[in-house]
T-cell receptor, first 113, second 116 residues
Framework: KNQVEQSPQSLIILEGKNCTLQ??????????LRWYKQDTGRGPVSLTI?????NTKSNGRYTATLDADTKQSSLHITASQLSDSASYIC????????????FGGGTRLMVKP | NAGVTQTPKFQVLKTGQSMTLQCAQD?????MSWYRQDPGMGLRLIHY???????DQGEVPNGYNVSRSTTEDFPLRLLSAAPSQTSVYFC???????????????FGPGTRLTVL
């Protein structure tokens, strides 16, 4: 069964600190992996999309890594800001049914002053 | 561009009532989909459409109907609401994938539905 597991479920950090969120998946065959940011009460917004051949991708203070061999990805947030408080969702595209999306449960990040 | 819009933002229904959640996009995207998001769970696909006149079931289609008469609109109908359908519903759209392309998916702001 295609699954995406994220850890931790929730995280509290102080403003200015760095953090790393983890994503493990079992989706096969693999097409691409996406990280989304979802603010409270809003829809998810794309941060990065990576294919099999890409092992790192940055979007400002967000850096995603992908290890397709171990089926793991991470999202590193540098110098966190209060506005980074949100849920971060890992999504994997692929599977035998074509490019269907499998969503992780998300990591809820709270940045405190 | 307004992107993906959804109405209403909030809705309370009684068990057995019917209603339609509206979704529209102005990006000329072929692919549109409906998801539900429940606490502690990832978004789950309800129904999707790859173009006007074409719809298909996702992971959790029971209790929901969809239609796609135009490229822009993709309404979701609850025929007889049940408390288990209490959730946040998201509509999304993207250009249709070809091969290994990774077309970005855009989400609407969501509809928070409570069924009493």
């Amino acid at each position: 069964k295609n699954q995406v597991e994220q850890s931790p479920q929730s995280l509290i950090i102080l403003e200015g600190k760095n953090c790393t969120l983890q994503c493990n998946y079992t989706v096969s065959p693999f097409s691409n992996l996406r990280w989304y940011k979802q603010d409270t009460g809003r829809g998810p917004v794309s941060l990065t999309i990576m294919t099999f051949s890409e092992n790192t991708k940055s979007n400002g203070r967000y850096t995603a890594t992908l290890d397709a061999d171990t089926k793991q990805s991470s999202l590193h947030i540098t110098a966190s800001q209060l506005s980074d408080s949100a849920s971060y969702i890992c999504v994997v595209s692929g599977g035998n049914a074509g490019n269907m999306l499998t969503f992780g449960g998300g990591t809820r990040l709270m940045v405190k002053p | 561009n307004a992107g993906v819009t959804q109405t209403p933002k909030f809705q309370v229904l009684k068990t057995g009532q019917s209603m339609t959640l509206q979704c529209a996009q102005d990006m000329n995207h072929e692919y549109m989909s409906w998801y539900r998001q429940d606490p502690g769970m990832g978004l789950r696909l309800i129904h999707y459409s790859v173009g006007a006149g074409i719809t298909d079931q996702g992971e959790v289609p029971n209790g929901y109907n969809v239609s796609r008469s135009t490229t822009e609109d993709f309404p979701l109908r609850l025929l007889s609401a049940a408390p288990s359908q209490t959730s946040v519903y998201f509509c999304a759209s993207r250009r249709t994938s070809s091969g290994n392309s990774y077309n970005e998916q855009f989400f609407g702001p969501g509809t928070r539905l409570t069924v009493l």
